[in-house]
């Protein structure tokens, strides 16, 4: 059975970082990219960042560029985004998502996925 689950998220001030995990259960790694994607009430759905299954090549959201790392641990079927500086903006729900024989940048672009994880919280506020 495919799975995803999410860990991290939370409440942060300005400023502040915050580290989410995703472990993909159920299928490997290599052969699917893994993106996260976030929603904030009342706006479209958004891709963060996103990591290619073959060979691990990262594509980042603007928002994301310069201030989240993604980031994977193949031993553990398991992918990370570092958030750091983080902004009021910032605020969503962001979910996991894997995608089969897929690339980042085209996951991230279409929002595509075969597989979502539950959805965390993140809160950015003083």
Same mark, same amino acid.
């Given at each position: 059975?495919?799975?995803?689950?999410?860990?991290?998220?939370?409440?942060?001030?300005?400023?502040?970082?915050?580290?989410?995990?995703?472990?993909?259960?159920?299928?490997?790694?290599?052969?699917?990219?893994?993106?996260?994607?976030?929603?904030?009430?009342?706006?479209?759905?958004?891709?963060?960042?996103?990591?290619?299954?073959?060979?691990? =090549?990262?594509?980042?959201?603007?928002? #994301?560029? &310069?201030?989240?790392?993604?980031?994977?641990? *193949? @031993?553990?079927? +398991? %992918?990370?985004?570092?958030?750091?500086?983080?902004?009021?903006?910032?605020?969503?729900?962001?979910?996991?998502?894997?995608?089969?024989? =897929?690339?980042?940048?085209?996951?991230? #672009?279409? &929002?595509?996925?075969?597989?979502?994880?539950? *959805? @965390?919280?993140? +809160? %950015?506020?003083?």
């Amino acid at each position: 059975q495919v799975q995803l689950v999410q860990s991290g998220g939370g409440l942060v001030q300005p400023g502040g970082s915050l580290r989410l995990s995703c472990a993909a259960s159920g299928f490997s790694l290599p052969y699917y990219a893994i993106g996260w994607f976030r929603q904030a009430p009342g706006k479209e759905r958004e891709g963060v960042a996103c990591i290619s299954g073959h060979d691990g =090549s990262t594509y980042y959201g603007e928002s #994301a560029k &310069g201030r989240f790392t993604l980031s994977r641990d *193949g @031993t553990k079927d +398991t %992918v990370f985004l570092q958030m750091d500086s983080l902004k009021p903006e910032d605020t969503a729900i962001y979910y996991c998502a894997a995608e089969r024989l =897929s690339l980042g940048e085209a996951m991230c #672009a279409t &929002g595509m996925a075969d597989y979502w994880g539950p *959805g @965390t919280q993140v +809160t %950015v506020s003083p």
